[in-house]
């Protein structure tokens, strides 16, 4: 598609679990950025990427969160032993450029029980 | 330390009717203003970017201002639709390098018949 696309849509899963969410940003996009969003919040900075490197990771909340970008396009968000507190919305969107328009996906909505 | 704030943080009309949405920051150095539209279990699209220069920009029933002296915004919603329920986020672009955007909190709008 010509868009942002992220997997699964919807998560369910039991406390203790590791999770990986998926982004597949738009093709010649080089920058690519994760946000997450707990219920009526705003949304939150986690990590963004440049190429395949990530420039920026400061918005990780613990070291239970990995990013990781591969071929300069998709990404996968990795959560070790998941958490009540971690179930939220994960965004991901995509830049022609550093700084440049973004584009979101639909998100990726974790439930952890 | 860059922020966003964004007010009211709800707002209810009733269809038809004009509203004015508020974005005060102060983020430095300033690059460019974003104004997105977030519908219920959606990503954010954008609405409009405006960049120093810009004082005035429509799209469509919206206009979003630009004061870069006093570092404010607003986003004018003339002739309100049901559709234009939703949440609005203000970002603001900086120059630096990393993440470079800071986000607001919202206004989320309701739109009632």
């Known amino acids: 598609g010509a868009g942002v696309s992220q997997s699964p849509s919807n998560k369910v899963t039991e406390k203790g679990k590791d999770v990986e969410l998926r982004c597949d940003p738009i093709?010649?996009?080089?920058?690519l950025y994760w946000y997450r969003q707990s219920l009526g919040q705003g949304l939150e900075f986690l990590i963004y990427f440049q190429g395949n490197s990530a420039p920026d990771k400061s918005g990780l909340p613990s070291d239970r969160f990995s990013a990781e970008r591969t071929g300069g396009s998709v990404s996968t968000l990795t959560i070790q032993r998941t958490q009540q507190e971690d179930s939220a919305v994960y965004l991901c969107?995509?830049?022609?450029?550093?700084?440049?328009?973004?584009?979101f996906g639909e998100g990726s909505r974790l439930t952890v029980l | 330390k860059n922020q966003v704030e964004q007010s009211p943080q709800s707002l209810i009309i009733l269809e038809g009717k004009n509203c004015t949405l508020q974005?005060?920051?102060?983020?430095?150095?300033?690059?460019?203003l974003r104004w997105y539209k977030q519908d219920t279990g959606r990503g954010p699209v954008s609405l409009t970017i405006m960049t120093f220069s810009e004082n005035t920009k429509s799209n469509g029933r919206y206009t979003a201002t630009l004061d870069a002296d006093t570092k404010q915004s607003s986003l004018h919603i003339t002739a309100s639709q049901l559709s234009d329920s939703a949440s609005y986020i203000c970002v603001v672009l900086n120059n630096n390098a990393g993440n470079m955007l800071t986000f607001g909190g919202g206004t989320r709008l309701m739109v009632k018949p």
């Open positions: 974005c005060n920051y102060t983020v430095s150095p300033f690059s460019n």
């Open positions: 969107a995509s830049s022609p450029q550093p700084g440049g328009e973004l584009f």
């Open positions: 093709s010649g996009h080089t920058a």
